[in-house]
């Protein structure tokens, strides 16, 4: 089903407003790691779980477009997941 240009604007502006603010970007941060976002989604012997971690960062990577995640966001995000991992 495509949507329409007013329909996609609708809907960016709602992901938005769910992932705006430190308590969206924890989430996202969140989600980034359990989809894998920014690591190899690929199980050497396993098409089945390779293709459940690339459905996975299917996921995240649609939230992260329709929010318009510029470089500089991918920037903090990744900043945020480091300092989460310390």
Known sequence: MWLTRSELKRRQALYRR???????????????????????TFVRGDPHASA?????????NRIAALIALDEDGYARL???LLREEE
Do not use: I, N, W, Y
């Open 18 to 40: 769910v992932f705006d603010g430190p308590d969206g970007e924890a989430v996202l941060a969140d989600l980034a790691r359990f989809c894998r976002a920014f690591a190899t």
């Open 78 to 80: 990744m900043a945020r």
């Open 52 to 60: 459940l971690g690339e459905g996975r960062r299917e996921v995240f």
